[in-house]
């Protein structure tokens, strides 16, 4: 009977264990200006920290997750599978940064993104573009402009 309870009681504290070692992808991200000193933090709840599995089918392949007032981000538990994932922050008016890293089964990796604030005169239009691939941009360079009538 001692050995019934034992095993029960390790396969629980093994069940209990197995997703506190799930893999993860987590870390922080900061706002700096073109001349790459830290911004003020108000504008950092709300990034976007897109991490794209390019190993996987495409249903499977995408998980965002928005950073949280300190500039913190975690992948969602369990939503991470092994492969070659590029993760990327992005935030309209800053330039979007990618790293890539390779996740196993238990990996936890942290990235540290600094995403640099776009100056005004460098910002893309659609407005006056001449083919379509001129109008393939980067979410961080819009400049929004409201439609003439």
Known sequence: MNTKI???V???ALAMLLPA???KIHGTVELVGADRQPMAKEGLP???VNM???TVPVEQASHAVITGADGKFESTKGRLRPGTYRVEASRIGYETDTQTVEIKEH???KIE???RQIQEGTRKTIQGSKSDEDKIINPGEVN???PTL
């Open 46 to 48: 709300g990034t976007v």
């Open 52 to 54: 794209i599995n390019t």
């Open 144 to 146: 929004i402009q409201a």
């Open 107 to 109: 990996t936890r990796k």
């Open 6 to 8: 034992c095993s029960t």
């Open 113 to 115: 993104f600094k995403l």
């Open 21 to 23: 070692c799930a893999a």
């Open 10 to 12: 390790g396969a629980i």
